[in-house]
C-alpha cells in the first residue's frame, strides 16, 4: 500500500503542472481558439493514455473529440 501512496504522492507535481496549462488557457464557450486549444492538450493526454482519437471540427464553437479504446468489458 505504501508503494501505491508514494507513487500517487510522487505524481502530484506533474499533475499539478498539467493542470495549470489547462485552466491558463481562456477558453470560454465562444471562445473556439481556446477551447480547440485545451482540446489539443486534453487529445494529447488521451492518446498517451491508449486512445484512439478523432476531430470533429466544428465552424462556430470548440471542435469535438471522439476517443475510442478497444476492451474486452
Not at 500517487?8 to 477558453?27: G, K, M
Not at 493514455?49 to 478497444?70: E, I, N, S
Request: with cysteine; hydrophobic share 40%.
Amino acid at each position: 500500500m505504501a508503494n501505491y501512496l508514494h507513487a500517487a504522492e510522487a505524481s502530484v507535481p506533474a499533475f499539478l503542472d498539467e493542470l495549470r496549462r489547462w485552466v491558463d488557457i481562456d477558453s470560454g464557450t465562444f471562445d473556439k481558439a481556446g477551447v480547440d486549444a485545451v482540446g489539443a492538450l486534453v487529445r494529447g493526454r488521451l492518446e498517451r493514455a491508449g486512445f484512439a482519437v478523432t476531430v470533429q471540427p466544428q465552424p462556430d464553437y470548440g471542435d469535438c473529440l471522439v476517443a475510442r479504446r478497444t476492451g474486452t468489458g
